[in-house]
C-alpha cells in the first residue's frame, strides 16, 4: 500500500460520513456524480437568478469551463503526484532534477491560477451585483463537490 | 472551502494528505532503520517537515482567507487580487525548496537500502 492510498481512505471515510448523513440505507453517489450534481444546480441557478437570456447563456457557458478545467486538473494532478513519487523514489535522483521538476510545477500552478481568475472574472461580469450575491450558496456548494472530487480520484 | 481547492491546486493534494504522508514516513523510519544517531537526526529532519508544512498551510489559510473575502465582492480590486496571488506564489516557491532542500538532508542520513524500504510503493 503506497503512502497514498494510506491516506485516502480516511479522506474516503470522511467524505462519505458528510455525504452519508440524512441518507442511510440509500446507495451513496460517487464525489464525481456529486460534482456534476452541484454544476447542474448552479446552472439551474444561474437561469433562475440571472435575467438576461443572453446573460444567462455567457454565466453557463463559463461554468461549463470550470467544470472542464476540474476534469481536466485532476488528471493532470494525478500525473503530477506520480512523477513526484517516482523521483522520491529514486535515491540517485540530483537536485537539480527536482529543481527543474519544481520548475515545471511552478508553471502549471501560475496556469491554474490564471485560468481560475479568469473564469472568476468572466463571472463577475455577466452577473449583477445582487445575482452574485444570489449564487453564493450554489457557488460555494459546486466548489466543495469539485474539491471532494478532487479528493477522492 | 478554499483553502482545500488552493491546497489541491498548488501541492496536488490536502494539506492534511501532505502532513499524513510525512507521518507516514516518520512511521516507516522507526520500524526500518536501527535506534541510532542517524535515525535520531531523520527524525529531527523529518520534524522540521512537519513544522515547515504546518506553517505553510497556516499561511496558506490566511491567504486563501483573504482571496476568499476578495473574491466574493462583486466590485473586487482586481490589482488587490493579482497582489495578493504574486504574494502567495511567492511563500510557495520558498516552501518548495525548503522542502527540497530537507530532502536531501535526509537522504545523508538514510542508506540506500532503507531509502528503498522506507518508500517502497510509493
Redesign the interface.
Known sequence: ????T??LP??LIFASFLAGAGCAGKEKPSPADLQVQAFEDLRSEIRDVVSDAGRVEQAIAITEELENSFDR?RTH?AE??AK??EM??D?DAP?ED??NL?KR??KD??R??SM??NL??EL?EV???EE??SL?KLR?AT??A??TS??SS | ??I??FT???L???S??LL??IS??QDSVKLVMPKNDQRKAAQGILKQMEKATEGYNKQLGKSSKQLNKA??D???D?SE?DRM?SEY?ET??SF??KM?DL??EL?EHIS?EE??EI????
Open positions: 500500500m503506497n503512502k497514498h494510506k491516506v480516511l479522506i486538473l494532478l503530477r503526484s513526484i513519487q522520491n523514489a535515491y537536485k527536482y529543481i519544481y510545477i511552478q500552478i501560475e491554474n491560477q481560475i481568475s472568476h472574472r463577475v452577473t449583477t451585483a452574485w450575491v453564493k460555494n466548489m466543495e469539485a474539491v478532487i479528493q | 472551502m478554499l482545500a481547492l489541491i491546486l498548488f496536488g493534494q490536502t492534511g494528505a499524513g504522508e507516514d514516513v473574491l466574493a462583486h466590485e473586487f482586481a487580487i496571488w506564489h510557495r516557491k518548495q525548496l527540497i530532502r536531501f537522504k540506500r531509502w528503498e518508500f517502497s510503493g510509493s
